[in-house]
């Protein structure tokens, strides 16, 4: 099992290292879930985005419209699959790995929406993800259009005042819609933030262990994010290795800008700082 690990997480440090342009998005999403399940055939699982987007490219015909191939999509995913938002248990960590998603149909925002651009992207039907706040969504631009789509709730397409509304609900009424939400994210940004849902998941349920193998990989992502750098300092104090929590943290203060969790830190780097010196 530990060899397993090990080789998910080198085949994954790996990906990191390519180019945003020849990032693999549904691959590097498999290499998550392989540090979950040791025994997980990656490429099986590929080859089944493989199957579904050639079920949408044979439904869709010779008709590539915009509008044809959407609806393809919608009912190969949607109404033949039943792909769906899972409602019910949201913070259940298997709605985070693909190959949990397509085994048992649920999922949450940014893993449907990944298996939703990965069929796409198989048929040449340009998809982008939109990191919307609170709420993963897709769009298509066609016919200088953007057409938005929320995979979680069964591939229905938004209109602004929709999106205003989700943000209603999780703010209150006070941010109001921006352009801005609306920008596409890169495929590296994406995965990213999957790992930080995952991230905070672990933390929840003070699986500490697996909280700084997600965060070991969002650096591997981003080398050098002070925040994941301090985050994973703590993570080290919660498994007891300490001297590699009092370097982390150390690191942390020389290198962010006015932290405001600055006492804090400095208490732990106090303790850790004598907890070291009696292991010396």
């Known amino acids: 099992m530990i060899g397993t690990t090990l080789f998910a997480r080198r085949k994954f440090a790996e990906l990191a290292e390519l180019d945003e342009s020849v990032f693999p998005l549904d691959r590097a999403a498999m290499l998550i879930a392989l540090e ?21 490219e044979v439904l869709a015909g010779q008709d590539r419209t915009y509008g044809r191939v959407l609806e393809s999509l919608h009912e190969v995913l949607f109404v033949q699959e ?27 925002p940014i893993s449907l929406s990944i298996l939703y651009m990965e069929v796409a992207r198989r048929i040449n039907f340009p998809i982008q993800g939109i990191g919307f ?16 789509i929320d995979p979680f709730h069964n591939g229905r397409i938004l209109s602004t005042e929709d999106c ?40 929840q349920r003070e699986d ?11 650096l591997l992502l981003n080398p050098g994010l002070i925040s994941e750098i301090r985050d994973r300092g703590l993570l080290y104090m919660q498994t007891s290795l300490f001297a590699k929590a009092l370097a982390d ?32």
């Open 133 to 148: 706040p609170g709420h993963f969504l897709v769009k298509c631009v066609a016919d200088e259009r953007e057409i938005l």
């Open 36 to 56: 979950e399940y040791p025994a997980l055939d990656v490429e099986a699982y590929l080859r089944k985005l493989d199957t579904l987007a050639m079920r949408v």
């Open 208 to 218: 500490y262990h697996k909280a700084l193998a997600v965060v070991d990989r969002i």
């Open 164 to 203: 205003q509304e989700m943000l209603d609900r999780v703010y209150g009424g006070s941010v109001p819609v921006q352009p801005a939400y609306f920008h596409p994210m890169e495929k590296k940004s994406i995965v990213t933030r999957m790992l930080f849902n995952l991230k905070g998941l672990y933390y």
């Open 249 to 280: 943290l150390e690191y942390y203060l020389q290198h962010a800008i006015s932290p405001q969790d600055l006492a804090y830190i400095e208490a732990h780097i106090k303790t850790l700082r004598g907890v070291v010196a009696s292991v010396n």
């Open 82 to 108: 039943a792909l769906r938002g899972n409602t019910e248990e949201y913070y259940d960590p298997r709605n985070s790995f693909l190959n949990e998603v397509l085994d048992r149909k649920l999922g949450i």
